[in-house]
Structures are given as C-alpha cells and as structure tokens.
C-alpha cells in the first residue's frame, strides 16, 4: 500500500531498501558521513549515483556536494583506504564538489568536465617536518591526497573533451581546484596534476610535497588558466642517469607542437628545496614553434635545490649539470617574471635559460622585473650563468639585483639584449659574458653598477674608439666590432690604455676577450697613471 511518512533510519542501505513511497514523501538518514534529508521523487526511480539519488530518494542540500556522501572515505597511519572510486564517482556525478579535512589515498581519477573542487583550510592542523607510517603525513592540513601506491603516475588528470564542452572559445569557465594539498614521501614516481584538455581553469591555495613528478604538467590544450598562491617543497626530479626521467615543477615538457599550451597566469608562488627545475620547457628547442607561449610569473620565491637524495650525492657530467636550471624555458616564447626572488641555496649551473629556436621566431621574448637573482657564485661549473640566452632571444632587465654573481649573461647568436634603468650589480659581477664559442654581437656597452648610481665604462667598441689613448707608434682601429690595436712604426708592442674614475673600497671587474688564432702574447696592467702602466 502507498503510504507517506516521516521518519529517519541509520544508513544509506536501509534507505536504498524503500520503496513504493508517495511523492515528496521525507525521510532522514543518521549516518554521520553520508547522512541528510531525503525527498522522494517518482521521476527518479532508476537512478542511483551513490551519493545524492538513491533508486528515487533525492538528497536535499544547497552549494557544494560533500565527497563522503559518495562514501569517500579518509585514511590515518595504521588503517589505510583506497577511496579512489567513491571519489571518481563522485568527480563524475557533480560539478561542484567539497572536500572536508583529511588524508585521502587515491590512485588516478579522471576528470573530464569543467567541475569545481574545493578543499578546507590548510592551518587547521599543525605542520610536521617528518613522514607518516603507511602514508605521507598531512604535513600541511586541510584536505590532502597521497598515493594509494607507486602506480599512480599522477593523482589528478584533468582531461575535458573538446567533444563535451563544445566551442572553447565560449567557453568562459574550466576547472577550478582550490584550498588543495598533494603529498607523496618521493618514494613513488608520482605527481599531483596531469593537466591535458582544458580552458580557463584556475587554480588556487595548493600545496605540493614530496611529489617527483612535480606539482602541474601542462600538455596538449592546456591553455589560459590562473594559477596562484601555491606552495611546493621537495618536488620535481633530476637523474643524472636518465634525462627522460626528470621533472620540472611547474612542467611543459609533454606539450604538443601543434597544440601547444599558452597564456598562463602564475602568482604568489613558492618553490622551496626543489629536486629539479621549478619551470622547465625545454622542448621543442629549435623548432620553428614553441611548445608553451605567454606565461607569467609575478611575486615568486624560489629558494634551495637538493644536490643529494637518500644521502646520495648526485653524480653529473657538465653536460648534465647544465640541465639544472631553475627557469628552463629553452622551448617557450613570450615569458614575463615580476617582483620574483630567484635565489638558491644549492648548486645549479643556471638560474634562467632560454629558448633557442630557428630564424623563424624569436626563440624566448623575456621580461624580467623587480627580480632578484642573488646567492648564485660557488656553483657546480666553473662558467656558471645567471642568464643563458641561446640563439635568437630577446631578453630586457629593469630594477633587478644580480647580487654576487659571477656570470650575468652568457648568449648565443643574433640575441637583443637591454639592460633598462635601476639594475643593480656588485662586486666580481660581469653584465656580458659572451660565449667564445659562437659569433656572439655585443651589441651595447659592459656596464657595472656598484652599489650606488654610478657607472663605470671600460669602453665602446661598436663604432669609435671613444675613451682609448693610443701608446707611442700605436694605431687603433675597429675591427669586426672589436677594439684592435697595431703597431706599424716602431717595433715595440702596440698598447692603449683608457682613464677611469674608482673610489676606494669599491670592487671593479677587468675582462677581455682574446681574438682566435691570435698568437702575439697580450697582457693588462692597472696603475694609478699611464705611465705605471
């Protein structure tokens, strides 16, 4: 007989048991987790999703469906839970979906339409510096995911169709992942998000640790997203046996040529203790197409890179050392960094490297503003580089600190290089470290600021001779856009020698470049007068 009646049973199984209610008939469930108040809807019948219809009992709630009610279950250190299921139903039934506090092991759930997930907040436990027993601990609070087990490869994949979503360019709202954490114990070779298909997505309050993998792989069509306030510790990964095997942080390496990702937005970012380069890609290079165009990068920290695991020391050729570079952007175009510290406590060989690319494109069009680049002079490699810029780059600096370094700019050929107003150099700092391999231009003048508004000059060798004197029977001339000085008249060694005002106290940098095949010996000499010299 049809009957209505209000009244509550224990469990979702208990309710899933009624049947031949009248409509709108109310009943509520106790269960802690996956409990609330039901409504029962004839039109409803045949469906059960496991969390919000069960066989016509519609679930009353308003804003964002709780994963428990799917049965997503938290795991501890001694009693461990594989949800990976109950939480990809629940990724499959709803598009705005939240996530209490707690850890959760998954293996790998797909995502594959534009949905929201929201987690807690990260300060509501307390942070610890060691692991968990079983599984990685909730080192940052809030809700956390952790690998299930070394098989994972990555714990989100984020891959919206292109078929289901429609036209992308009106669609004006992708994923949204906020108030997340993803930790691993860098046991397993695993990551947090494998971000293949998507469109105006944002993600926001993430907290990456212990991933190998590295926190976000951008690939495919990957394009227009915001990611900001994030924090990553212990990620990426270098192998000086396997280059295959290494991870960047932030990484573009798996981007296609032809659909490449671009236009990212990247803000409030902290990149601590890395394994490996914090932006890498590096693909690409030297193709007519970059693999990811247009990102941006404001108000970023980087600090630390990890020469060892497990008390190992990393073993690297030269040749490998040059891959550890903390802004590896050898196959982009069109990168910005602002208000960013770029500092290290470690050894790499390269702060920033950029794109070497055919005639076809400018390899890497970079901006650097209001940076720092300090801490970078006892490195792996004795020709060690704040910024490598390959063939055909263009790369502009304004108020940046290059601190101590040793090497500012090593470039390849055709490359434009400007140095804007307020930059700042200190002592044994050389702005222009041409590579003597190549037919590098130097194309403006070797300037040095030290510690205050003056400038020295060491001379202008593209069209004058401006600033040299030339010694008794020498001549001078510009050759090739060098400053060569003959002697024709004598027999004695040609010499030239240029005035500069110095302060005691500060520090001055003399180079020179010798010209190849050169035999005749050459030397120079500083004195407080021509004559000394």
Not at 147 to 175: K, M, R, S
Not at 463 to 490: F, H, M, P, V, Y
Request: proline share 2%.
């Amino acid at each position: 007989t049809s009957k209505t009646i209000n009244y509550t049973v224990d469990t979702i199984a208990e309710l899933e048991a009624l049947a031949g209610y009248d409509e709108n008939a109310v009943i509520v469930v106790t269960d802690e987790n996956r409990g609330g108040t039901f409504v029962y809807r004839s039109a409803n019948v045949a469906t059960n999703n496991g969390g919000t219809i069960f066989n016509g009992w519609t679930r009353q709630y308003d804003g964002a469906v709780n994963v428990k009610w799917f049965g997503v279950t938290t795991s501890t250190s001694t009693t461990i839970t594989d949800t990976t299921e109950a939480l990809q139903n629940a990724i499959d039934n709803c598009d705005n979906l939240f996530v209490p506090s707690g850890v959760y092991a998954i293996g790998n759930v797909i995502i594959d339409r534009n949905i929201k997930i929201v987690g807690t907040s990260l300060a509501d436990k307390a942070k610890s510096s060691s692991w968990g027993t079983g599984l990685p601990k909730n080192v940052f609070g809030g809700t956390c995911f952790v690998p299930i087990d070394g098989t994972v490869g990555y714990l989100f994949t984020l891959d919206v169709n292109q078929a289901i979503v429609g036209d992308w360019e009106g669609h004006n709202q992708g994923c949204i992942l906020d108030s997340l954490s993803f930790v691993d114990n860098r046991s397993n070779d695993v990551g947090a998000l494998d971000i293949k298909f998507t469109w105006h997505s944002s993600y926001t309050n993430l907290n990456f640790r212990g991933l190998k993998r590295g926190a976000m792989s951008f690939r495919l069509i990957a394009r227009e997203s915001n990611i900001s306030n994030i924090n990553t510790v212990y990620c990426g990964n270098f192998s000086s046996s396997d280059y295959e095997e290494n991870y960047g942080i932030f990484d573009f390496t798996n981007a296609s040529s032809s659909t490449y990702p671009n236009n990212f937005n990247f803000s409030n970012i902290q990149t601590v203790f890395s394994f490996g380069s914090a932006f890498k890609a590096d693909n690409n290079v030297g193709s007519a197409v970059p693999s990811v165009n247009g990102v941006r990068i404001s108000n970023w920290y980087n600090h630390g890179f990890i020469s060892s695991e497990n008390g190992v020391e990393f073993s690297m050729t030269d040749d490998q050392k040059e891959n550890l570079i903390v802004l590896d952007m050898r196959g982009a175009g069109n990168l910005s960094v602002s208000n960013s510290q770029l500092s290290i406590a470690g050894s790499l060989s390269t702060q920033v490297r950029l794109g070497k690319s055919t005639a076809g494109w400018i390899g890497s069009s970079a901006r650097f503003s209001n940076c720092n680049f300090d801490g970078w002079y006892d490195n792996y490699l004795e020709d060690t580089t704040n910024i490598y810029c390959d063939d055909y780059t263009s790369i502009s600096f304004s108020s940046c600190d290059f601190g101590n370094s040793l090497y500012i700019l090593k470039t390849g050929i055709n490359t434009n290089i400007k140095m804007g107003t307020s930059n700042i150099f200190r002592q044994e700092a050389l702005l222009y470290h041409p590579d003597s391999a190549s037919s590098a231009k130097s194309n403006h003048k070797d300037t040095l600021e030290i510690d205050s508004d003056e400038k020295v000059s060491n001379g202008t060798f593209e069209l004058t001779t401006d600033g040299w004197t030339a010694g008794s029977g020498t001549t001078l001339s510009i050759d090739t856009e060098r400053l060569k000085i003959l002697n024709n008249t004598n027999g004695v060694y040609p010499n030239a020698f240029q005035k500069i005002t110095c302060e005691v106290g500060k520090y001055y940098t003399i180079s020179y470049e010798l010209e190849e095949g050169n035999v005749s010996p050459m030397e120079i000499k500083v004195g407080t007068t021509p004559n000394s010299i």
